[in-house]
């Protein structure tokens, strides 16, 4: 289930499971998403993009979801493994005119357990 | 390629004492960040770069300041350390949008600094 921490939501899922993370962000103006993976210590990784003319885009065993209407992005991870535990950001392009300046979520921390 | 290189890796500083974080890519990428996570918190944007020659803020520039002279380096400076400033500081470099590989590190290492 995901529960609401001191600082980060949090989810908790058995390995094998399907995970899926809720992301809500702010600007409707807003045309393209990109969803990080950050391990203790490290940097943020990319995992996966979506443009706003999309409403679903797939990688390797995750897949991102876009609804405009309510401002809300998904990531789901299939066949969640322990290697997936880490912190996880969307980030939203809040840049015009073709430029690029990511901001990012607050984050949710996602524990696998073997 | 090394990516995105960060120096130094931890720091403390004094109230009041100076420093730059440096930063540095070897793609060639336009784009480059700074950010600063504080614990348990996202990345909030501190300066950004679209180019050589341009700055521009963020949301949290107050008592930072930036450089772009060469497309390779973009050195954040500290000039009045305050404890607010206490985070750790990240640079990235991505390509231009929608240019991003999987597996590909565009996120330097972090820099954790402590102002006392």
């Known amino acids: 289930g995901e529960s609401v921490g001191l600082h980060l939501p949090t989810l908790s899922v058995q390995e094998g499971d399907n995970s899926i993370i809720n992301c809500a962000y702010s600007n409707s103006a807003s045309d393209y998403f990109i969803w990080y993976k950050q391990e203790s210590g490290k940097g943020p990784q990319f995992i996966i993009d979506i443009r706003s003319n999309m409403d679903k885009r797939q990688g390797q065993r995750v897949t991102v979801l876009l609804n405009k209407t309510v401002k809300h992005l998904s990531l789901q991870i299939a066949a969640t493994q322990p290697g997936d535990s880490a912190v996880y950001f969307c980030a939203e392009n809040i840049g015009s005119g073709g430029s690029y300046i990511p901001t990012f979520g607050r984050g949710t921390s996602l524990i696998v357990h073997p | 390629n090394a990516g995105v290189t960060q120096t130094p890796k931890f720091r403390i500083l004094k109230i009041g004492q100076s420093m730059t974080l440096q930063c540095t890519q070897d793609m060639n990428h336009n784009y480059m960040y700074w950010y600063r996570q504080d614990p348990g918190m996202g990345l909030k944007l501190i300066y950004y770069s679209v180019g050589a020659g341009i700055t521009d803020k963020g949301e949290v520039p107050n008592g930072y300041n930036v450089s772009r002279s060469t497309t390779e380096d973009f050195p954040l400076r500290l000039e009045l350390a305050a404890p607010s400033q206490t985070s750790v500081y990240f640079c990235?470099?991505?390509?231009?949008?929608?240019?991003?590989?999987?597996?590909?590190?565009?996120f330097g290492p972090g820099t954790r600094l402590t102002v006392l």
């Open positions: 990235a470099s991505p390509p231009d949008l929608e240019g991003l590989v999987r597996d590909t590190q565009y």
